[in-house]
């Protein structure tokens, strides 16, 4: 969809929130490049800010109330998850009567990027209202496997418990090293991320993660996947998204959304 519509659609909410205070949504509206060209590497400067992914985003975690978000791969990304969890911080210091929670991070965004680079880019522009929100740590990718299936996984991962996990990360260039001659340096192999199957036993009850295109990792992670989920794929939208689907572990395993309405 042409950028100016989807801008036109999503500005109602895009004011009512006040994310256009946040970001310049017109930046780059007459960007010509597509999404290959930031796969191939040949893109040098970021991809202007996709409304619909935004907003999309920013929805998920307000409408689930989100307590703490783990992010692979940064940028206006960040900027929107960081204002719905300090939203949701508002609604939940505005609570009569607080449920106690085993949680140490609460409304917190980690964010974790290969690139220095842009790590620098979005630092200069996160809003400084926010900056106590967010966290942020850069770490190489190496190539690996997965019970013998070819993947890559980040090197230095929060140690963290999120209940939203947006995976938009690693660049496919930036993965490290080969397996039998293949590496992830060929333009033709999809990226193909493992970070999250070696988390998942960890996973809490209720825990949602949102794919943002990487379909063919998608799949890979739907089919080695261990637990029960609710998955759906948005062909239009270019999202996969999965939800935890099990027995809460007690008390102190809840939602946002079971006290913030």
Same mark, same amino acid.
């Given at each position: 969809m042409d950028r100016k519509i989807q801008l036109k659609e999503n500005q109602a909410y895009i004011e009512k929130e006040g994310l256009d205070e946040l970001i310049n949504f017109m930046d780059g509206i007459d960007f010509d490049s597509d999404v290959y060209d930031s796969v191939s590497g040949t893109l040098s400067i970021p991809m202007p800010p996709e409304s619909s992914d935004l907003v999309r985003l920013h929805k998920i975690?307000?409408? &689930?109330?989100?307590?703490?978000?783990?992010?692979? $791969?940064? $940028?206006?990304?960040?900027?929107?998850?960081? +204002?719905?969890? #300090?939203?949701?911080?508002?609604?939940? +210091?505005?609570? @009569? @009567? #607080?449920?106690?929670? &085993?949680?140490?991070?609460?409304?917190?965004?980690?964010?974790?990027?290969?690139?220095?680079?842009?790590? @620098?880019?979005?630092?200069?522009?996160?809003?400084? !209202?926010?900056? +106590?929100?967010?966290?942020?740590?850069?770490?190489?990718?190496?190539? $690996?496997?997965?019970? $013998?299936?070819?993947? !890559?996984?980040? #090197?230095?991962?929060p140690d963290v418990i999120p209940d939203f996990i947006y995976l938009d990360g690693p660049h496919p260039k930036e993965v490290q090293g080969s397996i039998n001659g293949m590496s992830f340096n060929c333009d033709e192999r999809t990226v193909m991320s493992g970070d999250l199957l070696l988390m998942e036993p960890v996973f809490l009850p209720g825990t949602f993660i949102l794919v943002d295109g990487r379909t063919n990792n998608a799949r890979f992670l739907q089919n080695n996947f261990k637990r029960t989920y609710k998955s759906n794929w948005d062909v239009e939208g270019d999202i996969t998204t999965f939800e935890l689907d099990e027995e809460r572990l007690g008390k102190y395993n809840i939602l946002g959304s079971d006290y913030l309405k």
């Open positions: 975690i307000r409408q &689930r109330k989100c307590f703490t978000a783990l992010e692979f $791969g940064l $940028g206006y990304s960040s900027i929107v998850i960081a +204002d719905a969890l #300090k939203k949701n911080k508002f609604d939940w +210091d505005n609570l @009569d @009567d #607080k449920p106690k929670l &085993r949680n140490r991070f609460m409304f917190q965004l980690f964010s974790v990027d290969t690139s220095q680079q842009w790590i @620098d880019i979005l630092e200069q522009r996160f809003p400084e !209202h926010l900056k +106590d929100v967010i966290t942020i740590r850069q770490s190489d990718v190496e190539i $690996g496997t997965f019970n $013998g299936q070819i993947c !890559h996984y980040y #090197k230095n991962i």
